[in-house]
């Protein structure tokens, strides 16, 4: 049977399990039980000589009671772990402290009086009721502090433990998701613009090899920036403004597009390839249908808290499509912004007008957390 110093001190490595801190766990142990055991002692021979008659018997009393209560607390010690009292919940462990505190009360009054009696410190005929009262009480007191002591300790080392792992695991499991989000980006992406590219090859070969230019900025971009939660806005608008240069070869004058963009937002970090991603989704589902095409506008305004980023696209979202919010793009963005930023930002998307549909995102700018987001 392991002890608590093997479970609450095992050190995952890659080959395996090791116990590097067990000794250390021990030793603290034994120098605790042996500087609270020796106060004790100390505190209580410095009450004799100041209050009572000093003998040898009393001594050697005092001394064996704080070996004695050293022995008791260890034995029991060894006891909860083979019962796992640790793992019990509070409302089970009180209890069992409070009655064991009587019980090893009561086990060290019995083997000190037995000692105190053969050494001819107390005789059976001297004995007052009221003083083996207040021996026990004050036994009891001992042994209960000591035990709460004990199973604090553990309590709140059991409870930070938990509570680590589940940060541990809630981190893996938003890093995962994030880099699946990310990893779906690509792929569909490069479906898109092949198809808008294979289109060109045969009406304008000129016009095809410069949307390959522009696809190979992007996708190296993607590839530079994919292992990274944000990327500065500066950095994410070069390559909304190749893709946009990359449809406006294929829908030539049906598209038309405006950036206004707040100078102060350029270095604030965002989800990569979030913008692209709502614009594709923008001329997809907007004015790629519509004979006379439309237009994109992208801004951004930066406030004390926040950077407002703002896609307004020719178009209309019938309400039944808003509700279920079912576009890749939109899907995608929502979850995105729930990892990296929880409720501290917000992603809107709603008809402006009967002709303009308007996406909105609101992101925090905490210095703090958006710099520790990007390393």
Avoid: C
Avoid at 80 to 106: D, E, V, Y
Avoid at 293 to 320: P, Q, V, Y
């Amino acid at each position: 049977m392991k002890n608590e110093s093997d479970i609450n001190n095992t050190i995952p490595t890659k080959n395996g399990f090791t116990f590097k801190t067990k000794l250390t766990r021990n030793k603290i142990y034994w120098i605790n039980q042996i500087i609270g055991w020796s106060i004790f002692v100390i505190f209580n021979i410095s009450m004799i000589s100041l209050f009572g008659h000093f003998t040898w018997q009393r001594l050697t009393t005092t001394l064996y009671m704080g070996i004695v209560g050293v022995s008791v607390t260890h034995i029991f010690r060894s006891y909860t772990i083979n019962r796992k009292w640790l793992k019990l919940p509070l409302k089970k462990i009180i209890p069992r402290i409070i009655l064991s505190s009587f019980i090893l009360g009561a086990i060290l009054y019995i083997i000190t009086f037995t000692v105190s009696y053969y050494i001819g410190y107390v005789y059976f005929h001297k004995i007052q009721t009221g003083t083996v009262i207040w021996s026990l009480f004050n036994l009891t007191g001992i042994i209960l502090v000591w035990e709460l002591i004990y199973f604090s300790v553990h309590f709140f080392e059991n409870y930070k433990a938990v509570e680590v792992e589940a940060l541990i695991w809630e981190a893996a499991v938003k890093d995962y998701e994030l880099k699946t989000l990310k990893s779906q980006l690509n792929p569909h992406f490069i479906f898109n613009a092949l198809n808008s590219i294979r289109a060109l090859i045969k009406e304008n070969p000129e016009s095809a090899q410069t949307a390959v230019t522009y696809l190979s900025n992007i996708l190296r971009y993607s590839l530079q920036k994919g292992h990274i939660e944000t990327a500065a806005l500066d950095n994410e608008l070069q390559i909304v403004t190749d893709y946009l240069k990359l449809e406006s070869i294929r829908f030539e004058e049906r598209l038309k597009y405006k950036i206004d963009i707040d100078e102060g937002s350029r270095q604030i970090k965002i989800p990569p390839m979030m913008i692209q991603t709502l614009v594709e989704n923008g001329i997809k589902h907007g004015l790629s249908n519509r004979e006379d095409g439309g237009e994109i506008h992208l801004s951004t305004k930066l406030t004390a808290t926040n950077l407002i980023i703002e896609i307004r696209n020719t178009g209309n979202i019938e309400d039944e499509d808003l509700k279920n919010a079912k576009g890749f793009g939109i899907k995608n963005t929502k979850h995105r912004l729930n990892l990296i930023y929880g409720e501290k930002a917000r992603f809107t998307i709603e008809n402006e007008t009967d002709e303009i549909v308007l996406t909105k995102i609101v992101i925090p700018i905490e210095g703090d957390k958006n710099e520790s987001n990007n390393n």
